[in-house]
Structures are given as C-alpha cells and as structure tokens.
C-alpha cells in the first residue's frame, strides 16, 4: 500500500502486526465520529491490552499486534487508529520506518502491507487505521506522524494526558521516553491510574520533565500564546484554546531587493497536494482560484515594492475538499535572479476574519538560487492543520518546476 491507498477488508477479524528494526510502543485507538476516544477506556496498549473488540499483543515473530474483531467493534466507534513511538529518548523515525502489515486473524493470511516512506523528526506515528464505510470494513494506509511523541497522539484523539509535579533535579534523561499518567513508555510495574477524559477540548501534551527539550528549530506549539515566530523545520498547531481553526487564513509573503539593486520580480504561489502527495492543483499569478474558491491569489507583483505583504494568498480551510490535505506555499524568482539578491523575505499567517497576525517567518538566510519553499500547511487526521516554516531552496523559476520537491517536503 502506498500514503492514503485504501482496501476493502475481506475478513471479520484482522490483525496488524507492526515492527521495526528498532523497539516500539504500539497502540491502537477506538475512535468516535468526531474523531476522539469517548474515554481513556479505548486506548489499547500493552499495559491496557483490551477495549470491545480491540486487543493489544507480542506479535509472533517480534513485535506488536493489533487485533480488531469488527463485528464486536461498539456502533459508536467509526474508526481504530494503529500507532507507534519509539522507545529511545531523542530517536526519529528516519530509516528505522515500521512496517504494518494486515492478517486475516483467522488463518494468517496476508492482507496488505505498509511501509511509510520518507519519514524525518516524526518520534510518533499513526500507521494503518481500520475504518467503516458503507455498511463495510476498509484498511487505509495512513503514515503521518508527530514530533512531540505520545503527547502528540494523545492530544490529537482526545487521551487525557496529566502534567507531572516536577522533580528536584534532572541531571539525566532516563531511558525510557517522557510518561503520561496512563501509563505510557515501557512497563515498571502495575499501571497508573487513568484520568477521566476532559469535558470539553483535551489538555496540551506536557511531556515529562527529565524528557529532553526540543532542538532549535523543532517541536510543535499552538496559538495560545498569541503570535509565533518560526523558526526553520518549526511547526505550529493552528489550534487555539484547545479549539482547530476552520476559518479562513491569508498567507502573506513580502521581500525587497537587496542594496537597493533593482526591482526583483517574484511569485508567491501555494501547491496543492492529496494524501497521496500527488498534485491537486496550484494557484499562482496565472490562476488566481482553485478549488471552487477555496484558494484565491491576491494578483501579481512585478517589483516587490512598498510596504506589507507583496503578494496574498486566502485559504478557506473548511471549504478544501477532503482530497486536499496538504498545502505548499513557494516563492520563485521569475526573472531568474537568484535569491541572494532578495532582502527581509519573509512569510506570515494572518486570521483572514481580523487581520491578526498568528505566524511570521523570517527567511534570515538566502541561497544563490531561483526558487524556496517558505512553509507547508499539513491536514492531521484529527482533522486540525499544522504549519511548519520550511525555508528550503530549490533551482526552479515557476511553479510547475517546485511541484517535485514541494511533493517531496510533504
């Protein structure tokens, strides 16, 4: 199976067997229509091995297991999410990628596989889910994942997650990754006791304090705070007061020439992608709206002169269709003049509605060529949208030249 592929299950009860050339801790999730478990009650993992119809095990030939028995599978439950973390604090999936492959868990046989390619900082990963469409069971392969571990499963699919009084001192990271109060990280002895699940929106992850803190450049945070400056590799959840924002949000992009040279012509354009990253379509200068008008393009700048934003591009995010879920936005040098001849490019994310800035990224460092990648908007499955600053250059004057390597940084 490849990003996004689906299949219909042609057994009742199926099994996923993940491993790794690495340790895992694997887990699957019982979720409801809105895309949250209805209580910690349906997390399954070794420490909890059981939720009706869903069962956690040591996989026969290393590894884990987990088995779901649709027909018992609660009608509440729309979907089971299969996912894996790492073991070791400060390891990524880069080159250690798991493989899910799905058994008929009456007689064995293979039913499909899947093994995520291209993955980077991901330390937690939603792998394979098991879902109902029209009166059926279908497998989809799925292979997206989170920076900030657990915390970020759990906050995504509602898992309550209990901030831990801080130690005395830490001089050491312990072995094991940062521990929720469920009971999360390898097993030391009978299971802490769970925490009810919040009333309304799930609690930010606080991950343990003797965890490592992120490297520069890295994590993920939301928009509680108010403002976030990015830095490069940087994500930002567009998620305030525990709350996703569906409206609308206009992705500004300015720059100037450098030492007062003459007048650079660039273009601000955003690529479209499926879970497939296969292109959707693009907006740019030529093609002001796609997507029914779900993107809009301000119009062309030829000079990047005055003040504020120098090109526009709107984004509508509740009315992307569900094809869409994956969203670059690129800046290219028409005229062919390289990038190192730009000063102050930057981009920002403003709330469309009120005009406040949310997102600002500064491009501090410019290469000697044609094109960048200045940010990503990536659709979770949780269905909420994250933006990371990329501030990645590529040799390539127009939009159609960037769809390969944006694919590629998806």
């Known amino acids: 199976m490849t990003p996004g592929s689906n299949l219909p299950l042609s057994a009742a009860r199926v099994a996923v067997d993940v491993t790794a050339p690495v340790r895992l801790d694997v887990s699957g999730l019982l979720l409801a229509a809105d895309g949250k478990v209805r209580s910690d009650d349906d997390f399954v993992f070794y420490n909890q091995p059981s939720a009706p119809g869903v069962t956690h095990s040591a996989a026969a030939g290393g590894g884990d297991t987990v088995t779901v028995d649709t027909a018992a599978v609660p009608e509440g439950i729309d979907k089971i999410v299969v996912t894996a973390s790492l073991d070791t604090p400060g390891a990524t999936f880069a080159g250690t990628e798991p493989t899910g492959t799905v058994r008929d868990a009456d007689n064995g ?11 980077g ?38 898992v309550s997650v209990e901030e831990p009084a801080a ?23 009978a299971p802490a006791p769970v925490a009810p699940p ?33 830095q490069k590799n940087q994500t930002v959840s567009l998620v305030k007061g525990g709350r996703p924002m569906l409206s609308s949000v206009r992705m500004g992009l300015g720059w100037e020439p450098a ?52 090109e526009a591009i709107t984004v ?68 909420e949208w994250e933006m990371t600053a990329l501030g990645e250059f590529v040799d390539a004057r127009t939009v159609r030249g960037m769809a390969k390597p944006a694919a590629q940084a998806l």
Not at 175 to 187: D, E, I, L
Not at 199 to 226: M, W
Not at 281 to 306: V, Y
């Open 109 to 119: 046989s293979v039913l499909a596989s899947f093994t995520p390619p291209r993955l």
């Open 121 to 158: 900082t991901e330390t937690a990963l939603v792998l394979v889910e098991i879902y109902r469409r029209g009166g059926g069971w279908k497998v989809r392969a799925v292979g997206q994942g989170y920076a900030d571990g657990l915390a970020g499963i759990a906050t995504d699919f509602g």
């Open 167 to 189: 130690p005395a001192a830490a001089p050491q990271a312990p072995a094991a990754p940062p521990a929720p109060a469920a009971g999360w990280g390898p097993p030391t002895g």
């Open 198 to 230: 919040p009333a309304a929106a799930p609690a930010a992850p606080a991950p343990a304090p003797s965890a490592p803190a992120p490297a520069p450049g890295t994590g993920k945070i939301n928009l509680d705070k108010g403002r976030v400056s990015l």
């Open 259 to 310: 030492f007062r040279g003459k007048s650079i012509d660039l273009d601000a354009s955003v690529i479209a992608y499926g879970p497939d990253r296969k292109k959707v379509d693009n907006c740019f200068f030529g093609k002001l709206m796609i997507l029914g008008g779900a993107i809009q393009h301000s119009g062309d700048n030829l000079t990047g002169e005055g003040a504020g934003d120098d």
């Open 316 to 383: 509508h995010l509740g009315g992307l269709p569900p094809e869409v879920t994956g969203l670059v936005f690129v800046v290219n040098s028409f005229s062919g003049q390289k990038f190192s001849e730009v000063a102050k490019a930057y981009c920002r994310l403003l709330d469309d509605r009120s005009g406040e800035e949310l997102v600002r990224f500064d491009l501090t460092h410019a290469e000697p060529r044609t094109g960048v990648m200045m940010a990503k908007l990536v659709r979770q499955y949780s269905g």
